[in-house]
Structure formats: C-alpha cells, structure tokens
C-alpha cells in the first residue's frame, strides 16, 4: 500500500498561483503520477500527469501553458504548479499512483491503484 497526502491547496483570487504537493509514504519511482479535481457536484476530472521517468508529461486542455507538473522521486513527491488561475480551476485536487506505461491511459481514473484524500482549490472572481 502506497500513502498519498496532498497539501498547498487553499482560497486564492483570479490570477493568483498556487503550487500543490503530494507525498508518498513509498518510492514513487515505479510510478505515474498523476493529479485530477473534481469539482462539486462533478466527476472527478484528469489534470495532468508524469510517467515514471519523468518524462511524457500530459495536460488537459485547459490547464495548458498554465499548470506544470513534476516530479522529484527522492523526495517521493509530485507537484503542481497552478499559474493564473481562474474560477472554473475550483475544486478538490486529487493525486494518484499507477503502472501506466502510454500517456493515453493517463486520464482513465481505473489505471491508477493509490489516491490520497484531496486538497480544496478555491479560486474567486
């Protein structure tokens, strides 16, 4: 079992940053990483991901030029960061960990085995 704990999230305004983190209680090495959000009321929606090598990073389309991820397996942590954030970035940002091995597979929520609990983004107008 693999432990994930999120943080950096909180309550900015339109145009703010903010740089989210995740933790693995194991070595994320063998792993995808991966955040997704879901806002409420929502799915839970796939943002961005980073394979085990630290290469093939993904976005979706609208966090595109705006959110980065990465990665820093010797601290077993993920990041990511959020620049010029809007209203429609609200939600709970979720990582997770998963053997995937081709970056069309980031998006489906059922390749991934571990998710940590969230951290709640709030992006006023």
């Known amino acids: 079992q693999v432990q994930l704990v999120e943080s950096g999230g909180g309550l900015v305004q339109a145009g703010d940053s903010l740089t989210l983190a995740c933790v693995a209680s194991?070595?994320?090495?063998?792993?995808?990483l991966a955040w997704f959000r879901q806002a409420p009321g929502g799915e839970r929606d796939f943002v961005s991901a980073i394979m085990w090598n630290g290469r093939n990073a993904d976005y979706k389309d609208s966090v595109k030029g705006r959110f980065t991820i990465s990665r820093n397996d010797a601290k077993n942590t993920v990041y990511l960061k959020m620049n010029s954030l809007k209203p429609e970035d609200t939600a709970v940002y979720y990582c997770a960990a998963g053997y995937i091995d081709s970056p069309p597979y980031y998006p489906l929520v059922d390749e991934y085995e571990y998710w940590g609990q969230g951290t709640q983004v709030t992006v006023s107008s």
């Open positions: 194991k070595r994320t090495n063998a792993y995808t």
